[in-house]
């Protein structure tokens, strides 16, 4: 039987100043491609799947008191199943961005194309470090964000250079001002097109959601709703 896990984590919260949306991509295992990322999200959550989790349980998604993170798979293979968690050593312990475990984008039946998480509410950031599989084949990634009101924007192409080797692809992050409603992280074949081909995703990280503020509309009819009841609070003393 297949074990699906949700995630219940207990997070802080910080404050945070961004752009509109800006692509963090950083090629190659060097511990410090995520800083410059971290830096402008400012707050932040970090989350490692080597965790205490049977390989081959899938992931349904994340919770922490103030979001939920569905984590779905999606593109060529279709908008179906969740991500697995997978084991491996990938032939040394360079920095561990995905080694041990990490998520694969498999569920059970295919591969697909993307890894997509949709954020129950906007989050000022989203990013990740990702993993080539392909020992023969070429791979590359990118992310692709959807902003609150529904703009989607890509990122340039993370390509590390290592070809056919396994190896750390990089790491691939966006910040907004706007808020970050959905991530996808997608495979790309050599020519740069979508592909289902193994690739794995972990050290999973995103920033503070977004403060909500009323829409003008909602802020006028509240306005009026508050004179309309001193209206009629004022008739009855007549």
């Known amino acids: 039987m297949r074990i699906v896990v949700v995630l219940a984590l207990v997070v802080g919260s910080a404050s945070a100043a ?28 970090e989350l490692d799947f080597d965790l205490p989790v049977p390989p081959g349980s899938a992931l349904s998604g994340i919770v922490t008191p103030t979001l939920r993170i569905d984590a779905t798979l999606g593109g060529l293979g279709g908008e179906s199943g969740n991500p697995e968690f997978f084991a491996g050593s990938w032939g040394g312990s360079v920095y561990g961005t995905v080694y041990a475990q990490a998520l694969l984008n498999y569920d059970a039946v295919r591969y697909h194309s993307d890894f997509v998480f949709t954020f129950s509410r906007p989050v000022q950031g989203v990013g990740a470090w990702l993993y080539d599989d392909g020992g023969q084949t070429l791979e590359s990634m990118l992310l692709q964000v959807t902003e609150i009101g529904g703009a989607t ?86």
């Open 153 to 238: 924007n890509s990122s340039a192409v993370l390509e590390s250079g290592n070809g056919y080797a396994h190896a750390v692809e990089g790491f691939l992050g966006a910040t907004s001002n706007v808020g970050i409603t959905e991530a996808r992280f997608i495979v790309l074949d050599g020519q740069g097109n979508p592909i289902q081909r193994a690739f794995e995703l972990d050290h999973f990280q995103w920033g503070e959601v977004v403060p909500t503020t009323p829409a003008p509309g909602t802020l006028l009819l509240g306005g009026l709703g508050v004179l309309a009841v001193g209206y009629l609070r004022r008739r009855r003393t007549l």
């Open 18 to 45: 961004l752009a509109t949306p800006t692509f963090f991509v950083s090629p190659g295992s060097s511990a410090t491609n995520d800083l410059a990322w971290q830096a402008a999200v400012g707050g932040f959550t």
